[in-house]
């Protein structure tokens, strides 16, 4: 798939998220510096909706990147 880079979001909660082969890496506004890295089973479909999310105003992407978590469609890597 295509590199899906998202730079300064109108989020309060999220800084950025990058969408790769390699997975998603997400750093949040409260330490842009770390990086925290998710295994996602099906990046395409993540990215589609990360997407649809960032251009609908009446929705969070800081809430949909929690519920993905919450539902395990984002497991943090601890490797």
Known sequence: MD??????????AIFS???????????YQSKKEKIY???CDNLQEFANNLQKVVKD?????????NRQIKEKTL?????
């Open 57 to 65: 105003p009446e929705k969070s992407v800081g809430s949909w990147v």
């Open 37 to 39: 890295s998710y295994n």
């Open 3 to 12: 590199s899906l880079i998202l730079e300064n979001l109108d989020s309060s």
């Open 75 to 79: 497991i943090l890597n601890t490797l």
């Open 17 to 27: 998220i990058n969408v790769s082969d390699a997975g998603v890496n997400i750093a």
